[in-house]
T-cell receptor
Framework: GDSVTQMEGPVTLSEEAFLTINCTYTATGYPSLFWYVQYPGEGLQLLLKATKADDKGSNKGFEATYRKETTSFHLEKGSVQVSDSAVYFCALMSGGSNYKLTFGKGTLLTVNP | DGGITQSPKYLFRKEGQNVTLSCEQNLNHDAMYWYRQDPGQGLRLIYYSQIVNDFQKGDIAEGYSVSREKKESFPLTVTSAQKNPTAFYLC?????????????FGQGTRLTVV
């Protein structure tokens, strides 16, 4: 079945540092890939997505590229801010799994001033 | 405003009691989902529904039940058979857009069983 493996945290960075959170996946067919962000006590918000190989999703300075050859969708940001502190989830959805959204375990990011 | 509303935000129940969590959406989405979130375990799928009057079990359906009588509503009942019901519960709905599909989430309900 589908699965997502993402970098375990927690990750602690200083403001303006470079961020990478690794994500790899296993899926049947051609999944859509997503990064969601969760702030304390809240639901999940879609951060970015990519629907086919070599697509780059981007939003709020975050980027991730759909790499079919390495089955990866790593999240990057060039300069993090304190307000980026949150839990980040990598996820996929495929027709082969009846469009269920499968999540990684989440990575807690803390950015210090 | 269009969105997904989960209520209540916090819920306390005594052990052995059934409890129903509400999820309503006005996005006109066909598909709806329930997830459970526990620390360090990510999100696990409980039940999902692709269309009214139809639903399927997810990965951890034991001790839970759902109904989908209306497109807008997908309530989740946590029964006394659920051995460890204390958790954060998230409801989601899914749409198709011009560039694919994506899911939208409610703000969650934190259930504490004492």
């Amino acid at each position: 079945g589908d699965s997502v493996t993402q970098m375990e945290g927690p990750v602690t960075l200083s403001e303006e540092a470079f961020l990478t959170i690794n994500c790899t996946y296993t899926a049947t067919g051609y999944p859509s890939l997503f990064w969601y962000v969760q702030y304390p006590g809240e639901g999940l918000q879609l951060l970015l997505k990519a629907t086919k190989a070599d697509d780059k999703g981007s939003n709020k300075g975050f980027e991730a590229t759909y790499r079919k050859e390495t089955t990866s969708f790593h999240l990057e940001k060039g300069s993090v801010q304190v307000s980026d502190s949150a839990v980040y989830f990598c996820a996929l959805m495929s027709g082969g799994s009846n469009y269920k959204l499968t999540f990684g375990k989440g990575t807690l990011l803390t950015v210090n001033p | 405003d269009g969105g997904i509303t989960q209520s209540p935000k916090y819920l306390f129940r005594k052990e052995g009691q059934n409890v129903t969590l509400s999820c309503e959406q006005n996005l006109n989405h066909d598909a709806m989902y329930w997830y459970r979130q526990d620390p360090g375990q990510g999100l696990r799928l409980i039940y999902y529904s692709q269309i009214v009057n139809d639903f399927q079990k997810g990965d951890i359906a034991e001790g839970y039940s759902v109904s989908r009588e209306k497109k807008e509503s997908f309530p989740l009942t946590v029964t006394s058979a659920q051995k460890n019901p204390t958790a954060f519960y998230l409801c989601a709905s899914r749409t198709w857009s011009g560039d694919g599909t994506e899911a939208f989430f409610g703000q969650g309900t934190r259930l504490t069983v004492v």
